[in-house]
């Protein structure tokens, strides 16, 4: 069973930080979701863009996924290509997928979380 977490605001929305709890969460009982960045969101893992909400820096809890061997986190390769931004610009290591294969997976799958 697949678990998508799909992260679609941008870093300043309480929702960024709510998503980011499922994730956490969902990972520290090993059910190792695929994280997915979609518009906005991938300005939470943009260089230089961190947001901070009661001392918790968004950047680096994301940093913690590495602790609990879950998948890269993918982001679309139209969204790079809209914000004119690379892989080299973020600050954790992905997975670029085109919109058309992430879609087809999610259609798939009944399990998706958005935030």
């Known amino acids: ?20 709890d499922m994730l956490l969460a969902l990972a520290t009982l090993e059910l190792n979701p695929q994280l997915i960045f979609q518009g906005d969101a991938l300005l939470q893992i943009r260089a230089g863009n961190d947001q901070e909400r009661h001392g918790k820096s968004l950047q680096k809890r994301y940093g913690l996924l590495a602790l609990f061997d879950a998948p890269e986190p993918w982001v679309f390769a139209e969204d790079l290509v809209a914000m004119e931004l690379t892989v080299d610009d973020l600050v954790i290591d992905v997975v670029v997928k085109s919109a058309d294969e992430v879609n087809e997976l999610l259609a798939k799958s009944s399990k998706v979380l958005r935030f």
Do not use: E
């Open 1 to 20: 069973m697949q678990i998508y977490l799909i992260q679609t605001y941008a870093p300043q929305v309480a929702d960024s930080f709510h998503g980011q």
